[in-house]
Structure formats: C-alpha cells, structure tokens
C-alpha cells in the first residue's frame, strides 16, 4: 500500500525551518560567556543548584543544572547561553503549529519568524535568562488551545500544568493567564467538560506550581523561601519598589505611549497592521478567540506596566520592562495570524508573513550580535583578579554584584573568596564591622551616597564615580594605580556603541579605564596637571564619557 506524503511533508518540512533558522540566527548571535545584569546570578543558580535573587527561579536552575551536564561542551555560560536559544527557536515552533490551524505552511513559517526575531524574544534568547522559557510555556498553552474537541480534557489538564510550571519559570505569565481562562471558559467547543476535568486541572495546576517546594528544601527555612517567592525584598505587587511611582493619570499616559512606541519598534509596523486588520474582522467569526488574544495582548503589556508603576524615562526602568513585551509581542502574531486568513489570496499572505520577518531580523540584528563579546567576561575577571583574598567587598551594579559571586562558584576552592556585603544589613555598619581586620572595596557606588553611609576617607581619593575604589590600607596589600590601571584596560566592543541597557556597567568600567589612562598620563608627562588629565577623560568623544562633579 503507497502513502501519498504530499500533505505530510510540508508538516515536517516547515517547523524544521523554522527551529533551524531561529536557532541559526541565536547561536550566531550569542554571547560567547557571561552576560551584564542578572545572567551570571541565574548561571550561579544553575550551577550550584542555589535559589537565585527573588523569586528565587527553581526551574531555571534545575533545568540549566540538566543543560550542563547533557551538554558539557564551552564554559558554562555558553552552555546555558544554548539553552535559552533552545527554548525561544522551541517558542517558535509551537507558534508556528498553532498558526498553520488558520493560515497555510509558509506564511505561518514566515510569521513565527516574525516573533523570533523581535526584539526582546531575540534578545533574552541569547542570554542565561528565563524569559525565553516564558516564551515556549506561552506557545505551549496557545497550542494546546486548539486540538479536537474528543482531546479536549487532556488538553485542559495539561494546560493547568504548563500553566503552573510557568508561573514558577517567572511569575509574569499570571499577567498571560486571563486570557488562556477566558479562551477555555467561554470559546465555542462542540463538546463540553464536565467540573471533574477542572478539578483534576486545579490539581495539576498546583502540582506544577509544586516546584516552588524546591525552595524551602535548598534554604531550609519555610519563611525565608516564602519571602523570597512573594518578592517581599522589591514589593509584592510591584516590579520593583524603589522605582515605583503613584499612579496617576499622567504616568498612564507616559506608560501607554511608551508601550506603543516599543511596541511598534520591538515588532514591525506591518505586523501590527495586521494584528489591527485580525481582531477587527475575525471577532465576526469567532468573538472569543480574538478577544482572548486581546486580553493577553493588553493585560500581560499595559496592565503590567500599570502595576509596576515604573518611571519609563528612566533607563534602569526602561532595562527591567524589556521582557513585558515578549509576551505582548507574541499575542500581537496571534492576531496578526487571524488577520491573514481573511487574505484569500496565498502568494499575498506568504509575501506579507516575510514581509514582516525579514523587516524584524533587519531592524534587530545588528544590536544583537554578541559572539565577540567578551566585555561582560573581561570586566569581572578582572574584578575578580584585582580584589585581594579576604576582602569586604561592598559593590553596586547587578554586574559586578551577581558576577564576582559567579566566580567563586566556579571553583569551588575559592569558595568565601570575598567577603560580600548583605542587602539587607546597613552597608556602613557592615563595612565599619568588616574592614576592621581586611581590605575593604567598594565597587560602583557614587560620591554623593559614600558620603551619606558616612564612610570614612571617601574625599578625593575616591573620585570619580568608578569601577572600584579602595577605602582601607591593609598591611602591606597596597594597589599601586599601575596595577590598577592594568586592570581597568578592557576591550571596547562594536554593540556597546549602541544604546543597550546592559551594557551600562561595561561602558562605565571603560570610561573609568580611560580616566585611570589620563590620570598616568599627568604623572609621566609634566606639562599636563590632573585636572586637564580629567577634563581630557570626559571630553574625548571616541571614549565612554565620565561627569565631573
């Protein structure tokens, strides 16, 4: 008996492009070793199997811990690097079989590249973060949305698991789950469940949210765990207190519009055409699976950024936003996907569909590109070399403060290498306790707030706003500014000429690299005084500029 595979083999043929060419393009991209920002504490999770920052991400360290040891080829952070480009090209895919339901192979292939090359899914894919995963979980449950109506308890069940397996991947996608509780509850299904199936939904629910108990185990303290999944350190409900304003009428309109903006920039102008073009007509043939996209679209986007009352004009704000807009991106395709199945002619759709991918890969590339970058790894091995053993070390900037921790952990006979200051305790009690009997450094940490935690011989000697300062002699461990210079000489990379909020710690390590530079420069050449070194530091426009207070 011969099997016609005409029909089968695009089903094949299409998902394999479409992992093929997203994985391609993140691998190209990645970043060789460790990333700026919070990558190198997840990496430190990963590695030793330790709960990172609030809430804690157990299933990234457990699931990075597995990475590494399938795959024990590269540094550790490259191996972990791969993983998120492993979950984002799986994002796609699953994107992409939803998809295909409404529109044909190609032109739904060509929209799932749409999505994984937007910015931020592009982005955190080539990085030790967990908002690639949060993209897959995403496609997953819009995946498991559809099927027959026969498989449709199964579905539901194992909806509630990824679901809660999800949340505890990053708690962001409870902004997403109204949308997927709405599609289940009040979608257009042939054959209804009974309260059973929701119970037994309930249960898995809670069985994948079961792995927060990995938690209480590794910290061995229920109320310390407990804090640290509730977020108790930046505000429960708020991304992040301390960058948190009231909400008024004005920061909703600053917020929305920066939403817009981002959004429009993070996609293509056509696929937010498109999505506009879907949600209008398809409402007439199916009014809740649009509207359900909708709901995802506006509460896991605006109501996200509604809640955590950020100051968008601020760039740090503007750096802990970025991975809202994977989710609203991806709901942003699911509509545009609806808007193409009105298209009745298929070469028209397929040139639209690439339209918008290749308009995302051009507008994103070139900020992406990352296999170069060895700032980020420069930058803490040299910390790392620079601090005597034994040292107090109280350091400003995820950077510096997740990346010389990570370190350590990567030998563990280095283990307490440095003596890191705690958030929680008062940073002067500490160094005062602490730099009684060791060097003590401060790292990142401006004049004006050296001065306000009362640190003793923070006057010049501590200018300017730097990489690190030394605040106490010990005995005979003087750094010359030779030695110091030496270590601050990093090399400069072609992406950090743009805007990149990661790279701010870098690009301020650099300018303080090349004041040190100027400051030698006065002590070898006689006809130049310090100030004019310094003024020559921040002045000179092909380096990293300082200010001179």
């Known amino acids: 008996m ?17 992992f093929l060419t997203a994985f391609a393009a993140y691998l190209y991209c990645a970043y060789p070793a460790i990333a700026p920002r919070d990558g190198c504490d997840l990496l430190k999770s990963a590695l030793t199997l330790y ?4 809430p804690g991400y157990p299933l990234y360290a457990l699931t990075g811990h597995l990475f590494s040891l399938i795959f024990p080829f590269g540094n550790f952070a490259y191996r972990l690097n791969l993983l998120s480009a492993l979950w984002g090209a799986g994002s796609g895919v699953l994107f992409y079989l939803w998809a295909r ?17 937007s910015r931020s899914l592009w982005k955190f894919s080539l990085l030790p973060e967990m908002y690639s995963a949060q993209a897959f979980f995403l496609a997953l449950l819009l995946y498991l949305s559809r099927g027959s109506p026969q498989s449709r308890p199964q579905r539901l069940i194992l909806s509630a698991l990824v679901l809660g397996i999800g ?104 696929l937010v055409l498109a ?9 007439r043939q199916d009014k809740n699976l649009a509207d359900a996209l909708l709901i995802g679209f506006l509460i896991s986007g605006l109501g996200f950024l509604f809640l955590s009352r950020m100051d968008v004009s601020n760039w740090i704000a503007q750096s802990a936003l970025e991975p809202v807009f994977i989710p609203a991106t991806f709901f942003l395709c699911a509509l545009a996907a609806l808007g193409l199945s009105f298209i009745s002619s298929k070469p028209l759709r397929v040139f639209l569909s ?99 935690l009362k640190i003793p011989n923070a006057g010049d000697s501590l200018f300017p706003y730097a990489l690190i300062q030394k605040l106490r002699s010990s005995p005979g461990g003087k750094i010359s500014e030779r ?3 030496s270590f ?24 303080f690299a090349h004041y040190q530079d100027s400051i030698l420069d006065a002590q070898t050449d006689p006809t130049m005084s310090d100030w004019n070194a310094r003024w020559a530091a921040v002045l000179d426009p092909e380096d990293y500029h300082l200010v001179l207070k």
Not at 8 to 13: F, Y
């Open 167 to 270: 949340i505890v991947n990053h708690q962001s996608l409870v902004f997403s789950a109204p949308a997927f509780a709405y599609l289940w509850l009040k979608g257009s299904f042939e054959k209804k469940v009974s309260s059973q199936v929701f119970i037994w939904a309930g249960i898995f629910f809670f069985l994948g949210l079961g792995l927060y108990l990995y938690m209480p185990i590794e910290l061995k303290s229920v109320s310390v765990a407990l804090n640290a999944i509730l977020r108790a350190q930046y505000g429960t409900l708020e991304l992040f207190s301390g960058l948190s304003r009231p909400l008024s009428p004005h920061l909703i309109f600053e917020e929305s519009l920066y939403f817009a903006k981002e959004i429009w920039i993070s996609s293509s102008p056509a």
């Open 488 to 511: 601050t000489a990093l090399r400069p990379q072609a992406q950090l000429e743009y805007s990149h909020s990661y790279d701010h710690d870098i690009r301020k390590s650099l300018a």
């Open 101 to 117: 339901l409404s529109i044909d192979d190609l032109a739904a292939a060509f929209l799932s590249l749409a999505f994984i090359f």
């Open 275 to 283: 999505s506009l073009f879907g949600y209008g007509l398809f409402r």
């Open 483 to 485: 030695n110091l210079w």
């Open 51 to 54: 709960p990172a920052h609030p």
């Open 354 to 452: 690439l339209i918008m991918a290749f308009w995302a890969f051009k507008a994103h590339f070139p900020r992406l590109s990352h296999r170069d970058d060895f700032s980020s790894e420069d930058y803490i091995e040299n910390l790392f070399r620079l601090l005597p053993p034994q040292s107090a070390v109280l350091a400003r900037g995820d950077t510096a403060v997740f990346g010389l921790k990570y370190e350590e952990a990567l030998d563990p006979s280095l283990s307490n290498r440095l003596i890191h200051s705690d958030v929680d305790l008062n940073p002067s009690l500490w160094l005062s306790r602490v730099s009684q009997d060791r060097p003590a450094f401060v790292l990142g940490i401006s004049l004006s707030e050296l001065s306000s």
């Open 2 to 18: 011969s099997v016609d595979n005409s029909q089968a083999s695009p089903r094949v043929i299409a998902p394999t492009f479409v």
